[in-house]
T-cell receptor
Framework: DQQVKQNSPSLSVQEGRISILNCDYTNSMFDYFLWYKKYPAEGPTFLIS?????DKNEDGRFTVFLNKSAKHLSLHIVPSQPGDSAVYFC???????????FGTGTRLQVFP | NAGVMQNPRHLVRRRGQEARLRCSPM?????VYWYRQLPEEGLKFMVYLQKENIIDESGMPKERFSAEFPKEGPSILRIQQVVRGDSAAYFCASSPTRGSFYGYTFGSGTRLTVV
């Protein structure tokens, strides 16, 4: 039972353009969402998060949008840079739990 | 200020042997979480520990797997009698507080290969 889904295993974007990574979830109890970036042979690195009381959070080139009615969130990277090439994981948590539920990841490649 | 330290980075074990994975949390962090990433999958929660206590082990397989976080020293994830299906990347994360993902930091992982 995959509660957090990232249906696009890969995405290729030209440098300078916008990258949009999508994530869907099924558990309506999720109230906090995070995006992590992961390079090969390294651990995930926190990128940006959003609480369910918000619908948008922005940090520099990164913006996360949350649509609770559709149980969907997206990460926008503008402008995309070659150094953004990595695997991006969406993760969610519910209530006072201490664990994260991860999606399967989307591999982003930004080419010149 | 070192981050979360995991060792070894790579571990090869034959079927039936034991694997011990170590995790030293960031300084000041007393909460440790273990996750496993199977090939082509996302990370899956295994266990959450505080010093000398297992708080949530709902993601741990019922047999062969155990975890501890002693008063002194690193947290240890122990896998007895390893099988090929245990081959995965095991990540540890630590945080300074419970119930908040602010400051939740992952280590670089241990890649276990069972041959």
């Amino acid at each position: 039972d995959q509660q957090v889904k990232q249906n696009s295993p890969s995405l290729s974007v030209q440098e300078g353009r916008i990258s949009i990574l999508n994530c869907d979830y099924t558990n309506s109890m999720f109230d906090y969402f995070l995006w992590y970036k992961k390079y090969p042979a390294e651990g995930p690195t926190f990128l940006i998060s959003i609480s369910s009381i918000k619908d948008k959070n922005e940090d520099g080139r990164f913006t996360v949008f949350l649509n609770k009615s559709a149980k969907h969130l997206s990460l926008h990277i503008v402008p995309s840079q070659p150094g953004d090439s990595a695997v991006y994981f969406c993760a969610a948590s519910a209530g006072k739990t201490d664990k994260l539920i991860f999606g399967t990841g989307t591999r982003l490649q930004v080419f010149p | 200020n070192a981050g979360v330290m995991q060792n070894p980075r790579h571990l090869v074990r034959r079927r039936g042997q034991e694997a011990r994975l170590r995790c030293s949390p960031m300084k000041g962090h007393s909460h440790v979480y273990w996750y496993r990433q199977l090939p082509e999958e996302g990370l899956k929660f295994m266990v959450y520990l505080q010093k000398e206590n297992i708080i949530d082990e709902s993601g741990m397989p019922k047999e062969r797997f155990s975890a501890e976080f002693p008063k002194e020293g690193p947290s240890i994830l122990r896998i007895q009698q390893v099988v090929r299906g245990d081959s995965a990347a095991y990540f540890c994360a630590s945080s300074p507080t419970r119930g908040s993902f602010y400051g939740y930091t992952f280590g670089s992982g241990t890649r276990l290969t069972v041959v």
